[in-house]
């Protein structure tokens, strides 16, 4: 017997969904849709059914867009994606572990809904245009035109450089051994002069409502917790493909994601809010 398609593809699917999303939680909740509608379809009418299950996906996933766009227009303070265990095998793959870093969904968060499935679909999934019309409801010649405006959106905003992974964890080690110690020079020296601080706690904890810009502005902040604490315990992980840290205030976990450069931090991203940290001891199943 012949294991269902469903299964075999189910973890490029659910990339396709998280990179749709941005959340995991949203993306497994597109997944038992997209599971309870291929349960009813005629299977041998279905001649591919990895595209027919990826176009299934990314009409679930707008649908679901659109009525999160809605939502997050409400949420209290900076809306960040919800960060994912990941084995270092990820990373192996390059274009998977940018497509799914914090830096690039938070871009693909600037993105029209119609807009960021096609870039999703044809630039990290290298599907035909043909495929994508069908996914997204568009003539050809429009799907084409979206793509152009999509990628020159994104490449306008992605990170500016890519580092290898050794730097990755020196500088990763190096911001986290500060941040434990409270040590302000030491913050200082491993963040770059215009570094920015994004936080997300959703209104369930505290954390900055707007992003904080500049070393001289963030540092003292980041050194402040060691101090407003009891237990302040810090660790590296893989994050979205890449090294990261988790952080433990008095129990109450953090997912940290860094942007590097020239050796120094660049960009922070803290996600403080429980809701998207219920994953960070379950290992993501990513795919392309």
Do not use: C
């Not at 995991?24 to 599971?35: H, I, K, P, R």
């Not at 990314?58 to 960040?80: A, F, K, M, P």
């Not at 152009?148 to 051994?177: C, D, I, N, Y």
């Amino acid at each position: 017997m012949t294991e269902d398609p469903f299964v075999v593809h189910r973890n490029l699917l659910f990339t396709v969904a998280y990179e749709m999303l941005g959340s995991a939680a949203d993306a497994e909740d597109v997944l038992q849709e997209t599971w309870l509608r291929w349960a009813d379809v005629d299977r041998s009418q279905v001649r591919e059914p990895r595209a027919y299950l990826v176009r299934a996906v990314t009409r679930q996933s707008l649908n679901r867009l659109r009525t999160l766009s809605r939502s997050r227009e409400d949420y209290v303070g900076e809306w960040l994606p919800e960060p994912l265990l990941t084995s270092p095998d990820v990373a192996e793959d390059v274009e998977l572990a940018e497509s799914v870093s914090i830096a690039m969904l938070t871009v693909l968060e600037t993105l029209a809904p119609t807009e960021r499935a096609v870039f999703v679909l044809r630039e990290v999934f290298d599907m035909p245009y043909g495929e994508i019309t069908e996914a997204v409801g568009k003539s050809a010649a429009a799907v084409r035109q979206i793509a152009r405006r999509a990628r020159e959106h994104v490449a306008a905003r992605r990170p500016r450089m890519k580092v290898s992974r050794s730097e990755q964890q020196v500088v990763v080690e190096r911001f986290l051994t500060a941040l434990r110690t409270g040590k302000l020079q030491d913050l200082m020296e491993v963040m770059a002069p215009d570094v920015v601080m994004i936080a997300d706690g959703g209104g369930v904890v505290s954390a900055a409502l707007v992003p904080i810009h500049g070393a001289a502005e963030v540092a003292p902040v980041l050194a402040r917790a060691k101090r407003v604490v009891e237990a302040l315990e810090t660790r590296t992980v893989w994050l979205n493909g890449a090294l990261a840290g988790r952080i433990e205030f008095d129990g109450e976990p953090a997912a940290v994601s860094l942007e590097v450069e020239d050796g120094r931090v660049t960009r922070i991203y803290v996600v403080r809010n429980p809701h998207k940290l219920t994953r960070l001891d379950e290992l993501a199943q990513l795919a392309r």
